[in-house]
Nanobody, 129 residues
């Protein structure tokens, strides 16, 4: 069973940057698409980015496109979310999650709204002056 642990959250000023890490163990990133999700108080969970098991396909929500970049380091079994030009509305708990896609094309990426199989505990990101 894949385990996921998020790191890197914190307090940052508007316009600043943060890099979140999603460290995985108990499996190979070659078998899983990874998604980043966030949930702010009183709001529904929102998927913001995802990356295919090959790492060659990525997707972003309109709310973060051109500001966030998802990447991965297969040697470290870690997926990153590079967040730039942060806004107060980016404040939320950020979770990474994994979806088994071994039987799909390596470039397959689950559509936004898909169910994911394994979840991390989350890391708080607060954007405030």
């Amino acid at each position: 069973q894949l385990q996921l642990v998020e790191f890197g959250g914190g307090l940052v000023q508007p316009g600043g940057s943060l890099r979140l890490s999603c460290a995985t163990s108990g499996g190979s990133l070659d078998d899983y698409a990874i998604g980043w999700f966030r949930q702010a108080p009183g709001k529904e969970r929102e998927e913001v980015s995802s990356i295919s098991r090959s790492g060659r396909t990525t997707d972003y929500s309109d709310s973060v496109k051109d500001r966030f970049i998802i990447s991965r380091d297969i040697a470290k079994n870690t997926v990153y979310l590079h967040m730039n030009a942060l806004k107060p509305e980016d404040t939320a708990v950020y979770h990474c999650a994994a979806k088994q896609t071994h039987f799909f094309s390596p470039t397959y990426i689950p559509p936004f709204g898909s169910e994911y199989d394994y979840w991390g505990q989350g890391t708080q990101v607060t954007v405030s002056s």
